[in-house]
């Protein structure tokens, strides 16, 4: 008896500290799904150093400049652009430094000159930003950011709790024999930086870790760095980030403004953790490279799948301050937060009392770049358009009404998720509508003409701008219905996005369209319908392609108005009220308002030190996380609805069968 409760014991011992995921219950949001602890977040030395966003910007510059071969070792190095550093025909830059500020400078430069400008800017009408913007002000950020860069420093060989440290000496000390004013003279040192180590800066705060397995299959089409060239299959990570602010801080109030830096999760094998030894840095997950882990059957999918949901559930087991867990929570980030595995970053910022903007940065390679496979050349670091974000005017088109209506999946009650690949098609192909959005579900595409629906219908697949449009079926192939002509606005609808395309707004065309209007006024046409005559251009195609009309917007704006945030996407006679919220809350200004339950713009508000970041209703559920339009009410649980997903491709889930592409549609519909 004695022996039998001796083997009790030491198995009950053996499960508290080892645990078993046998339930959903068993997975712990606040361990394996949105890590905001700040025994995490503000304790763990090794994190806040390694996973600083200055660095990891910094690790991002450092592969771009010299090529992930690592072959280049110029002090400055040369790659798209010719001139020298601050060269204004250079998006990017050539040292670590340049690269890194140019985020924050580029969204300063535009900021202030709508202050500078009124509501106005180079004739597009813009919302007005105040000149009494006071904390929020875009110059005394850029103030606190680059004059207070407080440097972290790392000392792996140093005892624990002492490995990291901050220079307190500021950058404006040490910036002698620059020009400009302070802040300039303080943004001139940092270009001058070449080292990722020195791109780390207590001026970023991290507030949260976010598990996003439910991304899995997320694809934007719009390839850009290596990390998009394919479906992130088997989900992401999004490291969430506050900006230090030491006059708000003072006051106990935290800079309203966030980061997302995302990162695809790369396939791995099903061994355990590697945690042994005592330096983090060696900590990983194995890496599986089977032949088809960059586009695996729906079967192979399922089993990959399991793999990262195992690993994450399996931080549920231990207790955060724990080693056992703190340990298997670096392996996991060591092995997806790398360079190479890097989508974009977004953010998120207050810009006056009554007005959030957000916005988005992407690594952009040309398409010479990315299918010549030469490792050597670099990628820029440069803003983009935010995902699946009109312009808000586009609300009264037939362009977007469309879009909806032929991308409505009517068996499962939402938009189109899944990725649909054309006839003949593999990856790694060059850059062309047919080629990269025919893999894509839903999205709402940069150009309105850069569809597939305007293929003709013929075995080669040619381009043809006519009006004999085709669409494709959910099996990928070619429809013999004629599509929908997306060109044409509603009939009487009228206002800032025009009614014709000879009225469209200036700053929504592209190309040749910008200094003559659409379809070419010089030559005298302003024919209704642009695809009649070539008017002078080889083709139609090369026409189209020179004027274009956009449909993504350069940002986002959240503003309050009439004490509710953010502008609620008008349904359409044409739409479901369903099929308007499955639009609306895919935009950055749908989600981040009064129709996504947000905390006034935000899903993770920023942290003052000592205080772990809040939530908003639309991630917690509960008081607040619902919302109600044409007699329809969506309710919100965001993180339940990832722990739901943890369990249903789980191992342990008895006879676990995920559906692919399930995790993509929204569960309120």
């Not at 620059?178 to 080292?195: M, T, V, W």
Request: proline share 3%.
């Amino acid at each position: 008896m004695k022996v039998l409760n001796f083997l009790i014991f030491t198995l009950a011992i053996n499960l508290s500290v080892q645990g078993n995921i046998n339930s959903k219950s068993d997975i712990k949001e606040h361990k394996s799904v949105m890590i905001r602890d700040t025994e995490i977040v503000e304790d763990n030395e090794y994190i806040r150093y390694h996973f600083n966003m200055g660095k990891l910007l910094g690790d991002i510059a450092l592969r771009e400049l010299k090529g992930s071969g690592g072959s280049r070792s110029s002090t400055i190095y040369q790659g798209f652009c010719s001139g020298n550093i601050g060269d204004d025909d250079c998006p990017s830059g050539y040292t670590v430094g340049y690269y890194v500020q140019r985020i924050f400078n580029m969204a300063n430069e535009e900021q202030a000159d709508f202050i500078a400008t009124g509501n106005t800017l180079n004739g597009v009408t813009r919302t007005k930003v105040s000149t009494n913007a006071g904390l929020f002000d875009s110059g005394r950020r850029m103030n606190d950011i680059f004059k207070n860069w407080h440097k972290l420093n790392w000392n792996s060989s140093a005892a624990v709790g002492q490995r990291l440290t901050v220079t307190s000496n500021t950058i404006a000390q040490t910036n002698s024999g620059h020009s400009g004013d302070e802040i300039e003279k303080a943004r001139n040192y940092l270009k001058k930086k070449n080292s990722s180590a020195w791109m780390a800066s207590s001026r970023f705060k991290l507030l949260a870790i976010a598990n996003r397995l439910d991304l899995a299959d997320n694809y934007d089409a719009r390839i850009t760095g290596t990390a998009s060239i394919h479906p992130s299959y088997y989900g992401e990570v999004h490291l969430i980030f506050g900006i230090q602010d030491d006059t708000m801080e003072a006051s106990g109030n935290a800079f309203p403004m966030t980061f997302s830096m995302s990162f695809r999760n790369p396939l791995i094998s099903n061994n355990d953790f590697n945690i042994s030894g005592t330096n983090e840095a060696n900590y990983n997950l194995t890496l599986s490279n089977p032949s088809d882990k960059n586009q695996p059957s729906d079967a192979n999918w399922k089993t990959y799948i399991k793999r990262w949901s195992k690993k994450w559930s399996k931080l549920s087991d231990y207790n955060i301050t724990s080693n056992n867990y703190q340990n298997r929570l670096i392996a996991i980030l060591n092995t997806i937060v790398k360079p190479e595995n890097f989508i974009g970053l977004r953010s998120n910022t207050q810009i006056s009392s009554n007005e959030y903007e957000i916005r988005e940065w992407y690594i952009f390679r040309s398409a010479i770049v990315r299918n010549n496979n030469n490792s050597l050349n670099r990628g820029q670091l440069i803003p983009r358009k935010p995902k699946n974000q009109p312009y808000e005017c586009l609300n009264k088109s037939n362009a977007l009404t469309n879009l909806v209506l032929d991308n409505w999946d009517s068996t499962n009650g939402d938009l189109k998720v899944k990725h649909i690949l054309g006839q003949g098609m593999t990856y790694n192909v060059n850059r062309d509508p047919y080629y990269e959005e025919t893999r894509a579900g839903y999205a709402v595409l940069r150009e309105k003409d850069d569809r597939p629906f305007f293929l003709k219908a013929s075995s080669a697949h040619d381009w043809d701008y006519d009006t004999n449009f085709v669409s494709y079926n959910s099996t990928g192939e070619v429809s013999s219905s004629e599509a929908t002509n997306y060109w044409k606005f509603a009939s009487g609808v009228s206002g800032s996005c025009g009614d014709t395309y000879e009225t469209m707004p200036f700053y929504m065309l592209t190309g040749e369209g910008r200094n003559d209007g659409p379809w070419d006024r010089s030559t005298g046409s302003y024919s209704t319908d642009p695809l009649t005559t070539t008017h002078g251009y080889a083709t139609k195609k090369t026409r189209a392609a020179k004027n274009q009309l956009m449909m993504l917007a350069p940002f986002g704006r959240v503003r309050k108005i009439n004490s509710k945030w953010g502008y609620v996407w008008q349904k359409r006679s044409a739409w479901s009220e369903g099929q308007r919220h499955a639009f609306a809350i895919r935009t950055c200004t749908g989600c981040h308002s009064q129709e996504g339950a947000a905390d006034q713009a935000f899903h993770v508000k920023p942290r003052v030190d000592g205080s772990a970041s809040k939530l908003s209703p639309f991630l917690e559920g509960g008081s607040g996380s619902s919302f109600s339009r044409n007699s329809a009410t969506y309710n919100y649980d965001v993180l339940q609805w990832r722990v739901d997903f943890l369990w249903d491709t789980h191992p342990n889930k008895p006879s676990v069968n995920p559906v692919r592409y399930d995790n993509l549609r929204r569960p309120e519909l």
